[in-house]
């Protein structure tokens, strides 16, 4: 059809009935502006004074109304204003009362089906209303029965009250990060001292739901068009990205079928044609957690084009139906994006194994990951009579006399602590000793768990547990003369220690940082482009450990360049596994079959067999044990003694220093919470002679004590050589962080813990290459798994990519005139995209979980996005973990050529980087192993060497203490932090590995993948490069609301995940 616009014989009005801040903002001014460029409208401002002060029946009378709310709108006006003259409301405004009532939004949200997270409200007819029905303990409040445990989001009933607040688990340090509109640069504020919730209002209460620190942000105009963008979410660090102009970042992302059927919902629900809402992705699911009403987009210049072409079809199909909707072939307006240039990655090599062309591309980066510098770990195992601490036991076990306790939430161990303080100063009672000294070793242990439960002044941390466990029982006859059976004697096992130090965050929020900076090829700023932009898939996997988790959190704190606390990072960025990346318990058996082995080796010197199959030094039995081991132990006993008595005494001076006090005083308290965050070091305390971090000489003393025991028993003569890590952990420890007590022997005594446990561990994980292949393989199993599941779903990513992009040139390749045309065409963002398939379905039951990839996926919208490469895509997953699940994954890396299967093949590790790890005594804190995959973009699909594998590993902080003495050595120890050391190669330089050789070689160790949930096609994957065809055809029943619509919607959503079933089923 030709475009006339002398056909138009009478304008249609717009009255632009809102606040003139509204009015005249930005993005309305646009798209008003553009509406008025069709010729067909005439728009009509109130105006504040109109619309305050003016009486309704003098206001400008209009066709078609554009009405919402914002501050100091009189909502109920407008409403008569309406209802008097009867325009056409593109947002109806009696359901906007709605939207200043969070319940009522929730409420209207579970009417229509739309997923919201899971919540209960609390209502207060006045403040500080006690209520029965909630609960509030330590780690969680209960509503009616309805537990939400920390952490969980506490929001204000009222819509247009933003102070939201979040509370954290003390097994993440605790505290609670307050949200609220932005303020400069800042959308939320941490506060790790407040623990319980408000009680001044109404609130609701609703489970927190990790979206990988992204928010995402979608904008309707009408039920068919839906827009969205994604950002930093605030609960990360509270800091909001600006670009150079202070405008917030955000990127145009694709929605998923499932979730523009939500949009559409939403619309429907709320009566709302322009309609913002925010979205939460989490595990595979979106849900609804705000409704904001009339929303447009912010500096995006195709959004105010496409968004004005629906909005005119909207009010044309309302207020003039005769006339044609379709768009002109050239839009009345001439005004077009600027394009800025965007922050490419270079496509080059990786510069580590060499450089293999400009037509590579980095695909992906895995990472495993020691835990940083931490305190020894440490147990304490006493039997206890005392009734105080039996009725404590009985307390938390709900009364039955034979069940073991677990005590670890703050209100559990601060009773504990009160009945121990109450022991420690009085004779031990109730059991009848053979010696005196069973009772004082008895004492000193309750001092011990006296002054493990005082660290830190409060409960706050994540590194304290104990374990009450009945030992003994007699029938006690009740006065009604019933017959009870009661404890008489337990087991108390306390542990502590393990917490990562100062040194620890440091550590690893510089290996954060430096992976940004070298391990993606380009600038450093790459890795944040790519990031912000959502082409970088981030997941990052911890192990239950705090330690573990706490590493993690400061590792993403550097490589995202956050800021803040870790508690909030932890929490949003970091995914506990515990049964990918902790325990031992499937190696048992061969573990300790290779620890009785190694003693011996040590303790009777047996001669070192060689294997049959080489003369190489790592294929012997105990490779790196040194010569005379059994000579060294000696002297280490001897040496280990001699500190103790030393620190013995340290801790007599700090025990009558305390009596001297105040019984229940520490000196100088370390606050475990607010030391979550810090990376120096404790000044006044070393100051004042004290151990560094939390620990106090008693403490210190015990740990000493217990490894002079364990080490040795004198009455047996035997030696335990399992107890060399400890040692040699302790005497590390102390040499970083307590060099300034001057302990007389440690630093010989280091010397020779050194030389024992540089052979002994390594050779804990398997006493040859075989068995370290058989223990390694089901240690690490579960996670070997799930790395091959993600170099397989990079791959068939970037094949699809590439396969889309093939079928996009072909279709492109139509006569100029026919593409001009079609360039001109309007091309809409809805919900129509029927090609577009999506691995969420909406109708799917909840409790099919092991059917679903619940890894949260973001995708950036080409045709909103101003980015030169939004194709571009790198997945990144790290996973955090402790020593022996390093050593696991090294050495099925390195021996997995001597399983049966493979027999022929070479290793995947070359014979220098053998030789290398062989000398590379220890993976110490914060080591790591780096696979990297690389596509070349020019050689043919079918090609094995289409993607390359590089590996490197680094051996972490692995710098002795004693090694250097030069000024850098003196500055490390000032701040107790020892320098991880660089990547180093696994393969030889220019070596080419294929990912289908390194899938060959890994497969045999690893979990099946049927074992694990079928992978799915990520959010919106197929449709980065699908056109829009058919586009005025795509207009027809935009608005209002058709009855036939949502069915369409719901039938495409079945179609596309029939779609989904067969590919799944094909591969």
Not at 135 to 146: L, Q, R
Not at 254 to 262: G, S, Y
Not at 470 to 487: F, I, M, Q
Not at 759 to 770: A, C, D, L, S, W
Request: with cysteine; proline share 5%; hydrophobic share 35%.
């Amino acid at each position: 059809m030709e475009w006339e616009k002398d056909d138009i014989q009478e304008k249609i009005t717009i009255g632009v009935c809102v606040m003139e801040k509204k009015a005249f903002s930005a993005p309305m001014m646009q798209i008003l502006e553009r509406l008025k460029g069709f010729g067909e409208f005439k728009i009509v401002y109130f105006g504040d004074k109109v619309i305050v002060e003016d009486p309704i029946e003098s206001w400008p009378i209009c066709d078609c109304l554009i009405g919402f709310y914002s501050t100091g709108y009189p909502l109920e006006r407008a409403e008569a204003y309406a209802a008097l003259r009867k325009p056409f409301s593109v947002n109806e405004l009696g359901s906007q009362h709605l939207l200043h009532d969070r319940r009522k939004v929730y409420e209207r949200l579970e009417m229509y089906g739309i997923p919201v997270p899971r919540y209960a409200l609390v209502n207060r007819e006045y403040p500080y209303q006690e209520l029965d029905y909630f609960v509030e303990e330590e780690d969680f409040v209960e509503v009616h029965g309805n537990r939400f445990w920390k952490p969980f989001v506490e929001k204000p009933v009222e819509g247009d009250n933003h102070s939201v607040m979040i509370y954290y688990p003390s097994s993440a340090g605790g505290g609670m990060k307050a949200l609220f509109r932005k303020v400069g640069n800042r959308s939320s504020e941490f506060h790790p001292e407040v623990r319980r919730v408000r009680r001044e209002g109404s609130y609701i209460y609703e489970e927190f739901l990790p979206t990988g620190g992204t928010d995402v942000k979608v904008y309707t105009v009408g039920p068919e068009y839906a827009h969205a963008e994604a950002r930093k979410s605030p609960v990360v660090d509270g800091v909001v990205m600006r670009n150079p102009d202070g405008k917030e970042v955000r990127y145009p992302v694709l929605l998923t079928p499932a979730e523009k059927q939500i949009a559409r919902d939403v619309c429907i629900a709320f009566r709302q044609a322009v309609c913002g809402f925010d979205l939460l992705r989490c595990e595979g699911r979106s849900y609804v957690c705000d409704v904001n009403g009339w929303s447009f987009v912010k500096n995006s210049y195709k959004y105010y084009d496409d968004a004005t072409c629906v909005l005119r079809k909207i009010i044309l199909d309302a207020k003039a139906p005769h006339l044609s909707t379709t768009i002109p072939p050239i839009l009345p307006w001439m005004v077009h994006q600027p394009v800025h240039p965007s922050e490419g990655l270079p496509r080059h090599g990786s510069g580590i194994i060499g450089n293999f062309g400009q037509s590579e591309e980095l695909r992906c980066v895995i990472a495993i990951i020691r835990h940083g510098d931490r305190t020894p770990k440490q147990k304490v195992k006493l039997k206890v009579t005392e009734e105080k601490l039996l009725n404590l036991m009985l307390k938390y076990s709900g009364g039955r006399p034979r069940a073991e306790t677990k005590m670890k939430s703050a209100v559990q161990l601060q009773d504990l602590l009160d009945a121990t303080r109450a022991l420690v100063p009085r004779a031990r009672t109730g059991r009848e000793s053979d010696s005196e000294a069973e009772d004082i070793e008895h004492a000193e242990k309750l001092r011990q768990v006296k002054a493990v439960l005082e660290e830190g002044g409060h409960f706050s941390g994540i590194y304290r547990k104990v374990q009450l466990k009945p030992l003994k029982w007699e029938k006690v006859t009740k006065s009604n003369g019933e017959v009870e059976e009661r404890p008489t004697e337990a087991l108390m096992v306390l542990k502590y220690g393990g917490v990562l130090t100062h040194a620890g965050r440091k550590q690893a929020d510089e290996l954060g940082r430096y992976f940004r900076n070298n391990m993606y090829p380009g600038e450093g700023t790459g890795l944040l482009r790519l990031h912000s932009t959502y082409r970088h898939d981030l997941k990052i996997y911890s192990s239950d450990e705090g330690r573990v988790q706490m590493s993690a959190a400061a590792f993403a704190k550097g490589l995202l360049d956050l800021e803040g606390p870790l508690t909030p990072i932890l929490v949003s960025l970091v995914s506990k596994d515990s049964s990918m990346l902790d325990g031992l318990e499937n190696a048992s058996i061969e573990m300790d079959e290779a620890k009785a082995r190694l003693n011996e080796i040590i303790t009777s010197e047996a001669k070192i067999v060689h294997d049959n199959y080489s003369e190489e030094p790592w294929m012997t039995d105990g490779a790196g044990l040194t010569p005379k081991a059994s000579e060294l132990l000696a002297k280490l006993v001897k040496l280990t003694k001699k500190v103790t008595e030393q620190v013995r005494l340290l801790a007599s001076d700090e025990d009558e220093k305390l009596v001297e006090t105040s019984l229940y005083n520490v000196i100088c308290p370390y606050d475990q919470a607010k030391a979550l965050g810090k990376t120096n070091i404790d000044v006044d305390r070393i100051a004042a002679g004290l151990p560094c971090g939390s620990e106090g000489f008693l403490l210190m003393y015990a740990r000493w004590r217990k490894l002079e025991r364990d080490l040795y028993n004198e009455r047996k003569d035997r030696f335990d050589i399992t107890q060399i890590p400890d040692v040699y952990d302790s005497c590390k420890y102390d040499l970083l962080h307590n060099a300034h007590l001057n302990l007389e022997g440690l630093d010989e005594l280091f010397k020779v813990a050194q030389l024992l446990a540089d052979g002994v561990i390594p050779n804990e994980y398997g006493i040859n290459p075989r068995q370290k292949l058989k223990i390694g393989s089901k240690i690490a199993r579960r996670l070997l798994g799930k790395i091959l599941i993600d170099l397989r779903n990079t791959r068939e990513e970037a094949i699809g990519v590439t396969e889309l992009k093939s079928n996009q040139d072909l279709n492109s390749e139509t006569p100029r005139a026919a593409k001009e045309d079609t360039d001109h065409n309007f091309k809409l963002h809805g919900t129509m995209e029927s090609t577009r398939r999506s691995s969420f379905n909406s109708d799917r039951s909840m409790d099919q979980d092991d059917d679903d990839d619940k890894e949260t996926k973001y995708r950036l919208d080409p045709k909103y996005a101003n980015v030169r490469t939004p194709e571009r895509h790198v997945r990144t997953r790290l996973y955090f973990t402790s020593e022996s699940h390093i050593h696991s994954v090294m050495n099925v890396l390195r021996y997995c050529n001597l399983d049966e299967s493979l027999q022929g093949e070479p290793s995947l590790v070359c014979d220098s980087a053998l030789d290398r790890l062989y000398k590379t005594k220890e993976l110490d804190y914060m080591s790591y192993i780096v696979l990297r995959m690389f596509e070349d973009t020019e050689v043919a699909l079918e090609d094995p060497k289409r993607f390359r594998m590089e590996m490197t590993f680094s051996r972490g902080a692995d710098l002795s203490p004693l090694e250097r003495k030069d000024t850098k050595a003196s500055t490390l120890h000032l701040d107790h932090t020892l320098p991880i050391m660089g990547p180093e190669r696994l393969q030889d330089l220019r070596s080419y590995l294929t990912l289908e050789m390194m899938e060959k070689m890994i497969r045999p160790f690893a979990m099946p993948a049927e074992d694990f949930p079928p992978p799915s096609i990520p959010h919106g994957f197929t449709g980065y490069f699908s056109k829009s065809s058919g586009v005025l055809e795509r207009l027809v029943n935009l608005w209002p609301f058709h009855k036939h619509g949502s069915n369409a919607a719901k039938k495409a959503s079945k179609q596309s995940t029939k779609n989904q079933a067969e590919e799944i089923s094909k591969k």
